[in-house]
């Protein structure tokens, strides 16, 4: 695992360590995980939680050892990062998306994203994950007996206030989450906005994507300087993620919020699941 570096006359060499490219697995898992990146990019274009999707994949797909975690969420960001951008950019073109308010929380939930990234270490997630699932049920409960959430803007305009709201807690609080546990964060994104700005779901989801670039790209940065990324394998799933991304934006405005709110309902669900099973059966 070391490449050697030239010998220079009258100085020292020293190993210099090999990116990791390529992991070695089989071309059918390969064009399974590019298959599970298509479909992650969709869903998380829609309504979030598209790592819901590849992460499993990855996992399961990567070689076993005891570093497949960490490079399994490295190579998931390098590569959800590109879907979550192309879908930003489909939605900033045809959505009434506030550019600069997205970018303002987005700033908060990369600062966010990173005090909870350093406190992951020495900090169990194990209790927080059954009050997540509280969170998670009593807003799939809401959003089912609340037709109206999210059908439709308020015609009233956004108080600083909210603005003020939407910074901290879908800012610097999901943001935190992120960093500290991460499933699920850009369904919360696109609740929390849609709740605190009065947004309908699909221009939250809009602003939601632009949020995910500020929080993916700073875990991204994290894992490349710790070296915990396949390049080559990411680069690969980023193309097919990247086309996900894109039609699911296009999908998004073309059938609406309703559509959203039915996509929004499954991945909450799912969220619940694989939460619950991972804490009491895993």
Not at 105 to 113: D, Q
Not at 219 to 239: D, E, H
């Amino acid at each position: 695992m070391w490449l050697k570096s030239p010998r220079i006359r009258g100085r020292h060499t020293h190993p210099v360590p090999r990116l990791p490219i390529m992991p070695d697995i089989s071309l059918t898992t390969t064009v399974v995980l590019c298959l599970a990146a298509l479909a992650a990019g969709w869903v998380d274009a829609v309504v979030g939680g598209g790592g819901l999707l590849l992460l499993p994949a990855l996992l399961l797909g990567l070689p076993n050892g005891a570093h497949a975690g960490p490079y399994a969420l490295g190579t998931n960001k390098a590569v959800a990062i590109v879907g979550t951008t192309g879908a930003a950019v489909t939605y900033a073109r045809k959505a009434p998306v506030d550019v600069r308010l997205a970018a303002r929380i987005g700033l908060a939930a990369l600062t966010g994203s990173t005090c909870g990234a350093l406190l992951a270490a020495g900090m169990s997630t194990d209790v927080l994950k059954p009050i997540v699932m509280v969170v998670l049920v009593a807003v799939g409960a809401f959003v089912i007996f609340r037709p109206s959430f999210g059908t439709a803007p308020s015609a009233v305009p956004v108080s600083p206030r909210r603005v003020l709201a939407a910074i901290g807690f879908a800012g610097l609080g999901i943001g935190f989450y992120d960093g500290l546990i991460g499933p699920g964060t850009g369904t919360f994104l696109v609740l929390a906005l849609t709740a605190i700005l009065h947004l309908d779901l699909v221009t939250a989801s809009a602003t939601a994507k632009i949020v995910n670039c500020c929080t993916n790209a700073g875990a991204l940065a994290m894992f490349a300087w710790k070296g915990t990324v396949y390049w080559q394998l990411a680069a690969l799933m980023a193309v097919f993620n990247l086309a996900g991304g894109m039609v699911g934006a296009h999908t998004a405005l073309k059938r609406g919020a309703g559509f959203v709110r039915i996509v929004l309902l499954t991945v909450v669900c799912a969220l619940v699941v694989k939460m619950a099973y991972e804490q009491w059966v895993a």
